[in-house]
């Protein structure tokens, strides 16, 4: 950009490898007055050091309006799209980039006061790949040095960076957190920008090792993968110790929608909450507008519109469900019916699975399996008799839009008699003086 | 203390299992000029309860002073102390504390400020063990209550906590952080003390499964313990990656040290860097005055006046050292001597192994092995021929002091000519003109 930074990191380059081996890249944004006698001066300096030099100009503003993303979000792609044709284009292995110790500092505590988790508070590594061309390394050779001892290079050096116009380069945000937090945290330990540094050092070591143990359980949780989804074992997923729980979702996401860059910990948490779950059925949104559906045996991570193979019991018409029985469902689901011949009423009670059900024999009457009838009622066991809407029970309990229209019902003539792997009916419940007892379930056959 | 947090909590503990099960527990810190009004309080509150009551009243500023703890840290000590004492007494189990939400988030903050890595952004743990009494189960059950649902608490059930003088009990830097520092950070985040919470939620886990899966390996690292001191095997803490040599220096400070509560990255890092040096002999300084000396294959562990065994060669007496021959020195440790018939000149220059050195047979002459003598100088490699005493060798190269008196030196009758695994001397350096060649090496018959 013509910076200290940046122009401190291309004059040690020069001296350590030479000319030859360099070109310098030039992204004009497009939203300084004074950005195109930046990108000049830039010009000159390269030309005057003989390195070859390339720029772009983009409208970061107008990118941002396109895509959807912040500025600083849009500038962030372009520039690295721009280097990595940069680098293509010099046959170049590598691209370098001028971020120093207190860029570093002030990303760990943005990333801190925006809620990133570990995988922020790690900040910048000092060799990485470049974003959207993971075939090229991505260098940080500042990332160690305070911007004061950049600036008393350039001093010693006679370089006359472009001062006052990088600094707006960063958002808003960033500059409030150099101009104002920075300093009141100086106050209570002037080592605040070396310790967050160091911070992120040990964050990224502790990191690297928990993700490089974990890559190792990845191939096991995997269910299946396909253009736009992702699906992993539910039940491996549940025996993971909860730190690794988190990394396969947030891994889960960044397999279905690689560019997405942020993900907080909070939405990880609310997916990880609904998976543990023992229902069925349930979606949670997590960033980049993937969802997650909790299937029977699989978590399933899709982005929208996206055809994904259902983990779930489906229905699309009446059937009679004969007891003793089995009707079979779509998808190789099945609905199996028996009488229970010694009933065990505190088992019944606390029976854990919601797939399957005991209900009532001589309350339910003759029964039938169908999806939800428009405007359907029920009375949800446990809410002393109360009514709801059967649209909105399943919207309580967050099962997934795509799978409402179709999922099995239980019912007789008059009324819901089961949600199916949800909730029974209040009218059905078995009671201490039931006389006749039925058990559904519902299961996957293969 | 009868505050809020403590009240709520007894007030809680009372509503979920009643009076019959619980012990009221207060420390008087003699600090605070209402304390005997706030005993009072907290006697006259858990005896109209049905609740035993025991208090212990300790003067925190005269501890400090006597055991150089900080103020915080004494009162901190104390208390537990008499929490397991008390719990003793009445056959309890567990021992809860009234933490809150919002200390949580300071504690994160006051850790993050003092640059306490992992272990300190992971704050409190909700359920752990009561310090020094690690049979006790320690709760905080408020941990994720924030402090103005608590004070809601208090109002909605009449209870009226002793307001004013809780506050005091903290630390001035926590107060600074309390009532300054998380006001303008709320001003960048308004969820900031929840995003630290859980932050704080996310490092536990993690920490938690690095460290479980680390003490996996934690038998095959340790090559001895004893009063005072511990060692590891070098070698196979070479091997670890990055986070868990941290993790492994951590744990054998507190192995040494168990009392030692904070231990900051800073010198973890510093003795990391050393431990991982080829050279043999040198010292770092960490936290509860533990040293760590890096031996020959040991890495070890040992508070002040500790007998430690040595893992680095010594010797007491002059002896000569015959080419090609061998000299015991104490400890199991063997000098060997042999002439090179066909050097090559590059090996030798790059030979990476400092317990083996090659000299220059013609400069050197008659060899002998002693230790150093008073005001001893010589000629490190590399310092094109200027002289410094052996002495301050020793110290720059951060040598163990207990190690320097009997260290071998290799010397011929006019100066010295190897400092054993460390150092030779300029005069005797091979050069492309040498004729005869002699080959030292130091090592460890068993």
């Known amino acids: ?31 300084r007055p004074s950005a195109q006698a930046e990108a000049d001066f830039v010009r000159e300096t390269a030309t005057s050091w003989h390195i070859p030099f390339v720029e772009m100009q983009v409208d970061v503003a107008e990118l941002a309006r396109q895509t959807g993303m912040t500025v600083e979000e849009a500038g962030r792609h372009a520039r690295y799209r721009f280097f990595a044709q940069a680098a293509r284009q010099f046959g170049a292995e590598a691209v370098a980039v001028g971020h120093n110790a207190d860029d570093q500092a002030e990303t760990v505590l943005m990333n801190l006061l925006r809620g990133s988790g570990l995988a922020g508070l790690g900040g910048m590594r000092p060799v990485g790949r470049v974003p959207g061309a ?15 001892d950049i600036e008393a290079y350039c001093v010693a050096h006679q370089l ?10 960063t958002s808003y945000f960033r500059n409030r957190i150099r101009h104002q937090l920075l300093p009141s945290l ?17 964050v990224q070591a502790d990191y690297d090792l ?27 997923w549940r025996e993971l110790p909860v730190s690794w729980q988190r990394l396969a979702l947030r891994q889960a996401v960044l397999a279905v929608r690689p560019s997405q860059t942020e993900i907080g ?50 229905i699309s018409r009446r059937v009679p469900l004969p007891v003793p029985g089995l009707v079979d469902l779509s998808g190789g689901w099945a609905l ?7 009933p065990d009423l505190q088992a019944i009670k606390n029976n854990p699975d919601p797939w399957t059900a005991y209900i009532d024999a001589d309350a339910a009457g003759s029964l039938f399996v169908r999806p939800r009838q428009p405007g359907e009622r029920m009375q949800p066991l446990g809410l002393d008799g109360r009514s709801a809407k059967l649209k909105d029970v399943m919207i309580n309990r967050k099962m997934a839009r795509e799978l409402r229209p179709s999922w099995p019902i239980v019912a007789n003539e008059e009324h819901t008699v089961w949600l199916v792997g949800q909730q029974i009916d209040e009218r059905v419940r078995v009671t201490a003086v039931s006389q006749n007892i039925w058990q559904m379930r519902c299961y996957r056959q293969k």
């Open 265 to 314: 910990f909070r939405s990880i948490e609310q997916a990880r909450e609904l998976a543990l779950q023992d229902s069925s059925g349930m979606q949670a949104h997590l960033p980049g507008d993937v969802t997650l559906t909790v299937g029977y045996k699989r978590l399933i991570f899709a982005l929208p519109d996206t055809a994904v193979p259902l983990d779930a019991p489906q």
């Open 1 to 31: 950009s013509g910076g200290p930074d940046s122009l401190t990191l291309l004059h040690l380059l020069r001296q350590l490898c030479g000319a030859d081996w360099l070109a310098a890249a030039h992204v004009q944004h497009g939203l």
């Open 186 to 202: 100086a106050a209570f330990n002037p080592q605040i920008k070396p310790h967050l540094g160091q911070l992120a050092q040990v």
């Open 134 to 148: 993971e075939e090229l390394v991505l260098l940080r050779p500042l990332l160690h040095t305070s911007r004061a």
């Open 210 to 236: 928990l993700q490089q143990l974990f890559q190792a359980q990845w191939p096991d949780l995997l269910a299946g993968q396909g253009e736009g989804w992702l699906a992993l074992r539910r039940g491996a």
């Open 336 to 342: 199996e019916t028996a009488v229970v011949t010694k």
């Open 160 to 169: 006359q960076p472009r001062h006052d116009e990088s600094n707006r380069d």
